[in-house]
């Protein structure tokens, strides 16, 4: 079993940076592929993006290309979404996950969800 809790999330304006974190329990941590994703009021969840066990195997959605960043710290059983030149349509409960298998963009790939932590960006 694997529980994730999810920090960072705010309220920043339009061109700002946030960092969310998303740190794990449990001893597979390291072997799981983990992922962000996120839900605006009445939309359903999208993916943001993923990081394989290893951290050489990255992926983005095509809305944050250029704009986030996802790493991992197997040692402090730690994934973090750097995000920066935030915009409004930002604005969303950012979910992080974890799966058995890594590059996957669909939430059913993934078994173990967090709670979820607010962003919203001001225009």
């Known amino acids: 079993q694997v529980q994730l809790v999810e920090s960072g999330g705010g309220l920043v304006q339009a061109g700002g940076s946030l960092r969310l974190s998303c740190v794990a329990s449990?001893?597979?941590?390291?072997?799981?592929?983990m992922a962000w994703f996120r839900q605006a009021p009445g939309k359903e969840r999208e993916f943001v993006s993923t990081i394989s066990w290893s951290t050489t195997g990255t992926y983005l959605g095509d809305s944050v290309k250029g704009r986030f960043t996802i790493s991992r710290d197997n040692g402090k059983n730690t994934v973090y979404l750097q995000m920066n030149s935030l915009k409004p349509e930002d604005t969303a409960v950012y979910y992080c996950?974890?799966?058995?298998?890594?590059?996957?963009?669909?939430?059913?790939?993934?078994?173990?969800w967090g709670q979820g932590t607010q962003v919203t960006v001001s225009s």
């Open positions: 996950a974890a799966g058995p298998i890594a590059r996957r963009t669909r939430a059913s790939d993934y078994v173990y």
């Open positions: 449990g001893r597979t941590f390291s072997t799981l592929a």
